[in-house]
């Protein structure tokens, strides 16, 4: 076996293999309580103080199924175009890890409550890509380890672990694609836009907060290759944990290659998990594989089978919103835009956002401007998705109403956006903290006007000339003055009535 350490370049990778893709996508349901268990399910809470006997599984504790969970499932398989099973149950899915204090994970198996369906996604020149959905099961999530020490914040190296069981127990839903095939070149761009819609999805069924950069959605992608033309399956890997929608692409991107460079060298692929380095934006090797017969998957004893009526069904059915494509066709036309335009705006993730915004009570032209401009730097600069910025729909509506009842200017509002990206509080928080409100009293503008005038006798005699333009030099001064926190407008008005214009 020859040893490869070089990716083959992606353009003979297509030259010579045909790309097959996985996806697992792991959600974390925002309920008030866990899955089995009466804790807390709230994110960033002081560690292990969300546990119980059940979610810890001590002797003798037995578990109870969330049923707002069970409504979610169902909720989740209906908008995803899923058959939804009479019956169901859970199963144990038995290995070894630390963090997951019963040894078992409580999950379903062979009998998911949801299953065949299917997602249609836009790639980024209009093209709509069909994904079909093996299933989507109901579990439970494990609880989280750090690793203490060494370079690289993994277990090899690490001088000791901690343990924070807060996690296990949180519900999740795990939604499985079938095979996808037939993407070739686009294999990647399918990932991403797949992961995209179905973030959006979830977003707007209301059902998880789906914030990737803290775990409540994670992708795991499976990447193998076959001989073009050829119809067996090659071995697979899976990436997993991917954290953002752009790491999903490159994720799939290099492991293509790096499956190409094995293969051409002689090599085997070893099926595996791998791990993603956000930074070189390439995969290492995790564990081996395991095989569903090395679970030793069996039914779960201490609950009972879940056996949806089909009366509650379609009454779920109705409870569906307005789901994002459909939400996309009527904003294209209530706002006028054109095929590429919209585009731009869903391949910049921005649509969704801006939506958002206006529901909160902004105008679209406003909150358009604020997402695609001075937001999208700040992802930019942050180098993170739209959506991963740690500021909501809600509060950048909010900072629009500030800006439209004169509290802040434009640019007094960046920094209060700047505040709230900053972790500092909501933008009336902010605002506060800062001392950023507009100066509106008129003698305080006053007495600044006029010892800029006194300081530039020449400007204030231009000024009363006639010279109107003249006065930007005051109102420059007046604005460095107050920090920026006066009101151009108003400074401008009472600058030429003070000089007689």
């Not at 504790?61 to 398989?77: D, K, Q």
């Not at 009527?330 to 915004?357: F, K, P």
């Not at 902004?362 to 991963?388: F, H, I, K, M």
Request: some cysteine; overall charge negative; charged content about 25%.
């Amino acid at each position: 076996m020859t040893a490869v350490a070089d990716i083959m370049d992606y353009d003979e990778v297509l030259e010579r293999y045909d790309p097959v893709l996985g996806l697992e996508v792991h959600v974390e349901l925002s309920t008030r309580t866990k899955m089995f268990c009466g804790c807390a399910n709230r994110f960033g809470a002081e560690p292990n103080t969300q546990v119980c006997p059940v979610c810890l599984g001590l002797p003798g504790a037995l578990p109870v199924v969330n049923g707002t969970g069970v409504e979610s499932a169902i909720r989740i398989g209906l908008a995803l175009n899923c058959q939804v099973a009479e019956w169901c149950r859970f199963a144990r899915k038995n290995y070894f890890y630390p963090d997951q204090p019963k040894n078992f994970q409580t999950s379903q198996y062979d009998e998911p409550i949801v299953f065949d369906g299917h997602l249609d996604v836009v790639l980024d020149d209009g093209e709509t890509f069909r994904v079909e959905i093996e299933r989507a099961h109901m579990e439970e999530d494990t609880g989280k380890s750090l690793h203490v020490g060494g370079a690289t914040g993994r277990i090899h190296g690490a001088e000791h672990s901690l343990l924070d069981y807060n996690r296990a127990g949180v519900p999740l839903i795990e939604i499985v694609t079938k095979p996808i095939a037939g993407a070739g070149a686009r294999a990647p761009e399918v990932a991403r836009a797949y992961v995209t819609a179905l973030r959006d999805l979830l977003r707007a069924l209301d059902v998880s907060d789906v914030r990737m950069d803290q775990g409540s959605l994670r992708c795991d992608a499976n990447v193998s290759l076959m001989p073009r033309g050829g119809t067996e399956f090659g071995t697979r890997t899976e990436t997993k944990n991917v954290n953002s929608l752009r790491s999903v692409e490159r994720a799939v991107r290099y492991e293509m290659c790096r499956h190409a460079a094995v293969l051409d060298g002689g090599g085997e692929i070893v099926q595996e998990t791998r791990h993603f380095d956000e930074a070189s934006a390439t995969t290492s090797a995790g564990r081996r594989k395991e095989t569903a017969e090395d679970y030793r998957y069996f039914p779960e004893p201490d609950l009972v089978p879940i056996a949806p009526s089909r009366e509650w069904v379609e009454e779920l059915r109705t409870t569906l919103p307005e789901l994002p494509w459909e939400r996309r066709k009527r904003v294209q036309q209530e706002w006028g835009l054109s095929d590429q335009e919209l585009r731009d705006l869903v391949n910049a993730g921005a649509l969704e956002l801006i939506v958002a915004t206006v529901d909160a009570g902004s105008s679209p032209d406003e909150a358009r401007s604020w997402w695609v401009a001075y937001l999208a730097q700040q992802a930019n600069l942050q180098g993170v998705e739209l959506g991963e910025l740690a500021i909501t729909p809600k509060q950048v509506a909010r900072v629009i109403a500030l800006v439209s009842e004169g509290t802040l200017t434009n640019k007094l509002a960046r920094q209060v956006v700047d505040g709230v990206l900053a972790g500092e509080g909501e933008p009336d928080e902010v605002v506060a903290a800062r001392g950023l409100e507009v100066v509106s009293d008129d003698s305080a503008l006053q007495a600044a006007i006029d010892e800029a005038l006194a300081a530039q006798p020449d400007v204030a005699d231009k000024i009363r000339d006639g010279k109107v333009q003249a006065a930007g030099a005051i109102v420059g001064a007046v604005m460095k003055a107050t920090q920026g926190q006066a009101d151009a407008k108003r400074v401008r008005e009472l600058v030429l009535a003070t000089c007689g214009q």
